[in-house]
Nanobody
Framework: QVQLVESGGGLVQPGGSLRLSCTAS????????MAWYRQAPGKQRRWVAT???????NYVDSMKGRFTISRDNAKNTVYLQMNSLTPEDTAVYYC???????????WGKGTLVTVSP
């Protein structure tokens, strides 16, 4: 069982930045593929970015250049740096972990990001 706790959400003005954090339980964080998803109001949850155990990052095309995913294995934490935010980025952002040991996808409870003047 992997427990994930997201933080860093909040209210930001258009054009602003936020950095989300997600801290995972367990002593083998380095073996987890980590990802961020988001769910806008009234819409389905969608994938945002993934970072592999080797640190390779992938993004949905619309967020390339604005969002950066990174990880600190010593702190069991994955980050999502979000820049040039627009109201369309308003969503609950969820952290996900997939341990290589079992391939099960675990989820955090999410953190709300609201982009508004």
């Amino acid at each position: 069982q992997v427990q994930l706790v997201e933080s860093g959400g909040g209210l930001v003005q258009p054009g602003g930045s936020l950095r989300l954090s997600c801290t995972a339980s367990g002593s083998i964080f380095g073996s987890y593929t980590m990802a961020w998803y988001r769910q806008a109001p009234g819409k389905q949850r969608r994938w945002v970015a993934t970072i592999t155990t080797l640190g390779t990052a992938n993004y949905v095309d619309s967020m390339k250049g604005r969002f950066t995913i990174s990880r600190d294995n010593a702190k069991n934490t994955v980050y999502l740096q979000m820049n040039s935010l627009t109201p369309e980025d308003t969503a609950v952002y969820y952290c996900s972990a997939i341990p290589t040991s079992n391939g099960v996808q675990y989820w955090g409870k999410g953190t709300l990001v609201t982009v508004s003047p």
